[in-house]
């Protein structure tokens, strides 16, 4: 039998010379922790959630302590998304060593290929609404009131929200479908995983104002959705691409609720009219029963444009790659 390499880093080195103890501790730990199948592959899922809140509330307390109290409000809630956004990730960083992993295997691969995702997932997700909108326009349900906002606050709102919405699409991107996923599906497959993690997404956006039931499910749609694309794409630009420029649509250009939150700063005034199961009433747009359907459509199109086990279907990365090579402490990948 062959000896586990890492395992032979851990021997007590001869002549007294050799790593201090604390590299054979980093190596143990390690080695114990590469590629656990099962349940095991939850073990840190504990420590991630633990920590993230821990850092969270330490930033906030840190930021809020240093921000003055007359920073407008929709800036105190893009630096909340922020700090969300990044106790998401610090986590997963350190954990992402202990697994001897790339942090980009859960889903975040910093490579240029990231750009072509994104931006794909942009213009699926600005077409898909305004096919959205269109279809309740036929059905009597949506109407525009002309333009909302002139000159320059048209770009200040445009990029401001095109900003707050990159934020909240990494930040929900990440904790529904990065590290929580990629351990929950090593632990029960992939699909479970995913109607799990789309499950807590949904009932997450329940608890917005103005949200119904059917909302919250079509959330959850669309969060099934994204892990789709996810399953596909091989990370999550695509979805992140997709997230963003949807509620960017909702709120900044056409001005239709989000989730059931109406916000300040949109290019039309629109209205919702008729039954809320098909216009959406206060949830918006992901209210409505259409939104299934589109969904569906979608699902397909993307089928057919991402088919499995084409070549360029995972080009952005390795996320839910089991076997990718184990990384050193040095930094350095082996096999």
């Known amino acids: 039998m062959v000896p586990d390499p890492d395992l032979r880093k851990q021997a007590a080195p001869e002549g007294g010379g050799g790593a201090s103890p604390s590299v054979h501790l980093w190596s143990a730990a390690r080695a114990l922790s590469k590629h656990r199948p099962g349940l095991g592959a939850l ?16 930033l906030w307390t840190i930021v809020s302590s240093l921000v003055p109290p007359q920073m407008p409000t929709l800036w105190q809630q893009a630096l ?7 106790a998401a990730i610090a986590p997963a960083l350190v954990i992402a060593r202990f697994e001897a992993r790339r942090f980009g295997a859960y889903g975040l691969p910093a490579r240029l290929e990231f750009a072509r995702l994104v931006g794909a997932g942009g213009l699926t997700g600005l077409v898909a609404l305004s096919v959205l909108l269109a279809a309740l326009r036929i059905f009597g349900c949506v109407s525009f009131h002309g333009i909302h906002l002139h000159g320059v606050r048209v770009w200040k709102f445009a990029l401001f929200w095109a900003l707050f919405f990159s934020l909240v699409a990494l930040f929900e991107e990440f904790a529904f479908r990065g590290y ?3 351990s929950l599906s090593r ?15 949904g009932y997450v956006h329940h608890n917005n104002r103005g949200e119904t039931w059917l909302g919250a499910l079509g959330a959850a749609a669309i969060g099934f959705f994204f892990s789709f694309t996810i399953r596909r794409c091989g990370n999550l630009w695509f979805a992140v691409g ?31 009219y008729g039954p809320s199961w098909l216009s959406g009433g206060t949830v918006g747009p992901e209210g409505s029963v259409l939104l299934f359907v589109l969904i569906t459509i979608l699902w397909v199109l993307f089928a057919r444009l991402y088919p499995r086990g084409s070549p360029g279907n995972r080009s952005g990365g390795g996320h839910f790659d089991m076997d990718e090579p184990a990384i050193s402490p040095s930094g350095d990948y082996h096999q």
Do not use: C, K
């Open 43 to 58: 073990r840190f899922l504990p420590v991630y959630f633990a920590a993230a809140i821990l850092f969270f509330f330490l």
């Open 187 to 201: 632990a029960v497959g992939f699909w479970p995983a995913a109607l799990i993690s789309s499950a807590i997404f």
């Open 80 to 86: 909340a998304e922020a700090i969300m956004l990044a």
């Open 242 to 272: 997709m997230h963003a420029s949807w509620n960017w649509g909702q709120t900044f250009l056409y001005g239709v609720p989000d989730s059931g939150m109406l916000e300040p700063g949109h290019l039309f005034q629109a209205s919702l």
């Open 180 to 182: 929580f996923l990629f």
